[in-house]
Nanobody
């Protein structure tokens, strides 16, 4: 059974940093791309960042480029999202996805002063 579990969310102040983790289990995802999406209250889920299975190519939505960094640890079947210089508009539930086929349950990130 495939399972993705996000962790690391919480409350932060503007300008803070936070790291999200997503642990995948149930099978090896070494050949899958991995991604983070987010959904703010009243809005549709949106793409945040992704990287290829080799980790050699990364993609970011414009609003987070230069502030967020996605990475993966294939040995641990994990994908990470380092978020720096957080802004109130980053407030959302963050979801990890493997190959756009498997999804986690989400972790809440709230940025507020």
């Amino acid at each position: 059974q495939v399972r993705l579990v996000e962790s690391g969310g919480g409350l932060a102040q503007p300008g803070d940093s936070m790291r999200l983790s997503c642990a995948a289990s149930g099978q090896s995802f070494i050949t899958y791309s991995m991604a983070w999406f987010r959904q703010a209250p009243g809005k549709e889920r949106e793409f945040v960042a992704a990287l290829t299975w080799t980790g050699g190519t990364t993609y970011y939505t414009n609003s987070v480029r230069g502030r967020f960094t996605i990475s993966r640890d294939n040995a641990k079947n994990m994908v990470l999202l380092q978020m720096n210089s957080l802004k109130p508009e980053d407030t959302a539930v963050y979801y990890c996805s493997v190959g756009l086929q498997f999804w986690g349950q989400g972790t809440q990130v709230t940025v507020s002063s």
